[in-house]
């Protein structure tokens, strides 16, 4: 089969599953947490557990890629697998009796963690099927369609459950055949091969840190920024609605400035960055994502009024739109042909400590130092990201 074949049939798998992938993408932001509030009456060590576990899932992406290494037929074969998993495991909280909420937590945690421990077999799905100067493209395009999904589905849920909360179940009915679409749209992609480095440790793919330079200070920029920008967008909310900070804003508004501003302006500049990314140097457009992060974090904490708020909502909204195509797809830019697998684990399971730690250090922080001075902390720790990728940019002959 021609690349142009894998890619054309590749494309509109992945344009069905994207349709699944919005509908999940609903889970830990808004109805999980929201079913294990109004129904079971869930404590916050288990709302903390439920929103942590696409964290913990990255944090077994190595265990899973070795796991994957050892599947006939390939990173789609094993990708399908997983989902499949996951479906079960979901499928069973969907049918938990009664009050049992510890039967709801392991079956919506292990789906969910199943979810994202597969994410590094999807970058060598891309890597192989995509041509490289169309990756970034093509996956905005099903960019798109996610979020049009994950917009529809919410509202469609949300509704739902206002009218009786005890139709929850059907929304986790609804991940699960969004599961079993999207494992057979991985299982029918043309085959992807899983390469792997020489030895058995399952974490033998970080010796590239060691090994490989550039990919070595590009993870140490994305750890800083990343643990800033996660830092700060678990304390969105809390800013918004405690007393403590005094806006006094109403729900409405709070949905406005944390998801529908934002997913607006992601809508909109998602195919925009998508070709930058196949089309600009990679350093230019991670610092450029990395001053529309720190504006945002400025604006939105510190700009004291509803401009800046606004102001910082949509900044976020449309950096968030090119972090989508860039953390999905930057190892490809890097890796030698055959290992972005491999060094996607290492960027993903990187992603999963600071997702577990961001959230914790920024309520310390905001409690202790106040949420002026914690955003400030963040924004100069965005800034460090980015000195540390100058050298790289200037060694670079592309825009």
């Known amino acids: 089969m ?82 499949l998993f996951a479906a079960i495991a979901v499928l069973a909280a969907a049918l938990t009796p009664g009050q049992h ?36 493209d093509l996956f905005s395009r099903n960019v798109v369609i996610r979020i049009l999904a994950s917009v529809s589905f919410a509202w469609a849920g949300g509704w739902m459950l206002r009218q009786d909360t005890a139709y929850w179940p059907w929304i986790l009915v609804a991940y699960t055949l969004a599961l079993i679409a ?47 920008n996660l830092a700060m967008l678990a304390l969105r909310v809390e800013y918004l609605v405690s007393p403590d900070y005094h806006l006094h804003l109403t729900a409405d508004t709070v949905a406005l400035l944390t998801v529908i501003v934002p997913n607006a302006a992601r809508l909109l500049f998602t195919r925009v960055w998508g070709r930058l990314f196949d089309r600009v140097n990679f350093f230019t457009l991670r610092i450029v994502l990395n001053a529309g992060y720190l504006l945002g974090i400025l604006s939105f904490f510190t700009g004291n009024g509803m401009v800046g708020l606004y102001l910082g909502a949509v900044l976020f909204g449309i950096s968030n739109a090119g972090a989508d195509v860039a953390w999905s797809l930057w190892v490809t830019k890097v890796a030698p042909p055959g290992l972005a697998g491999e060094y996607m684990t290492v960027h993903t399971f990187l992603t999963g400590v600071r997702g577990v730690v961001a959230p914790f250090a920024a309520f310390y922080m905001a409690a202790h130092f106040g949420i002026g001075p914690t955003a400030v902390a963040m924004a100069a720790m965005i800034l460090t990201a980015t000195a540390v990728l100058l050298p790289e940019r200037m060694k670079s002959k592309t825009v």
């Open 182 to 228: 999207g494992a057979m749209c991985l299982r029918a992609c043309p085959h992807v091969e899983l390469k792997t480095s020489e030895g058995t440790h399952p974490l033998r793919s970080f010796r590239h840190v060691q090994q490989d330079r550039l990919f070595r200070w590009t993870l140490v920029s994305w750890m800083l920024m990343g643990f800033a």
């Open 2 to 83: 021609s690349i142009e074949e894998r890619e054309r049939r590749t494309f509109l798998l992945e344009r069905w599953r994207s349709i699944g992938m919005g509908v999940l993408e609903t889970a830990n932001a808004t109805f999980l947490i929201y079913i294990a509030e109004r129904w079971f009456n869930a404590g916050p060590g288990a709302k903390s557990l439920l929103q942590s576990s696409g964290s913990i899932g990255l944090l077994l992406t190595p265990l899973a890629l070795e796991w994957a290494s050892r599947v006939r037929g390939g990173a789609g074969v094993a990708a399908a697998r997983l989902f």
């Open 101 to 136: 909420l510890w039967l709801y937590l392991a079956g919506c945690l292990v789906g969910f963690v199943f979810i994202s421990a597969g994410t590094p077999l999807l970058a060598g799905i891309y890597e192989q099927n995509y041509r490289a100067d169309r990756r970034g």
